[in-house]
């Protein structure tokens, strides 16, 4: 799918359908001390520049996002490593009941031994700021193409761009 990084409106389509679609992304606190970033499943509201995630309250994120609003980056690639993504926002610890009912599943049941009411269950929600985003339009055969045009001409290859995109 092609996306013209110059049209910010597109460019922030695209990334709410491909965080929706690869659903899985790396989480971390940047401001404190150092943390390693953490594999979470995302729930997006696109129409609200949100991003929820289902954790234990021992979790580091769940434990140092408790005790106030923290500066937070989430990081996606999707399937067909086409399209990546990094998103800056809020991390906050949430108690939304009818977020927890919308998003309930068997896949989140299996973590939460006494189901929607578990004393370790809590969400984060991300409220996002700005993204920087790669898009490659390039498939196999044009990303070799391009490569080997660049060797012989010495150009860079044209693969793709890169948009800066400001959110809700």
């Given at each position: 799918?092609?996306?013209?990084?110059?049209?910010p409106?597109?460019?922030?389509?695209?990334?709410?359908?491909?965080?929706?679609?690869?659903?899985?992304?790396?989480?971390?606190?940047?401001?404190?001390?150092?943390?390693?970033?953490?594999?979470?499943?995302?729930?997006?509201?696109?129409?609200?520049?949100?991003?929820?995630?289902?954790?234990?309250?021992?979790?580091?994120?769940?434990?140092?996002?408790?005790h106030?609003?923290?500066?937070?980056?989430f990081?996606?690639?999707?399937?067909?490593?086409?399209?990546?993504?990094?998103?800056?926002?809020?991390?906050?610890?949430?108690?939304?009941?009818?977020?927890?009912?919308?998003?309930?599943?068997?896949?989140?049941?299996?973590?939460?031994?006494d189901?929607?009411?578990?004393?370790?269950?809590?969400?984060?929600?991300?409220?996002?700021?700005?993204?920087?985003?790669?898009?490659?339009?390039?498939?196999?055969?044009?990303?070799?193409?391009?490569?080997?045009?660049?060797?012989?001409?010495?150009?860079?290859?044209?693969?793709?761009?890169r948009?800066d995109?400001?959110?809700?």
């Amino acid at each position: 799918m092609s996306t013209d990084t110059h049209d910010p409106k597109a460019v922030e389509s695209r990334l709410w359908a491909e965080i929706e679609k690869a659903h899985l992304g790396m989480l971390g606190i940047v401001d404190g001390p150092p943390q390693h970033f953490q594999p979470m499943t995302a729930f997006v509201e696109a129409e609200a520049g949100e991003i929820w995630f289902f954790t234990r309250a021992e979790t580091d994120l769940a434990r140092d996002a408790s005790h106030g609003a923290k500066s937070c980056m989430f990081t996606i690639q999707s399937k067909d490593r086409e399209f990546q993504a990094c998103v800056g926002g809020e991390l906050t610890v949430e108690m939304d009941r009818a977020k927890i009912a919308q998003w309930w599943s068997p896949m989140v049941a299996a973590w939460y031994p006494d189901g929607k009411d578990d004393p370790d269950l809590r969400l984060l929600r991300v409220k996002c700021h700005d993204a920087r985003v790669w898009i490659s339009d390039a498939g196999p055969v044009k990303y070799l193409w391009e490569v080997a045009r660049a060797n012989a001409t010495g150009r860079t290859p044209a693969i793709g761009g890169r948009a800066d995109v400001t959110l809700n």
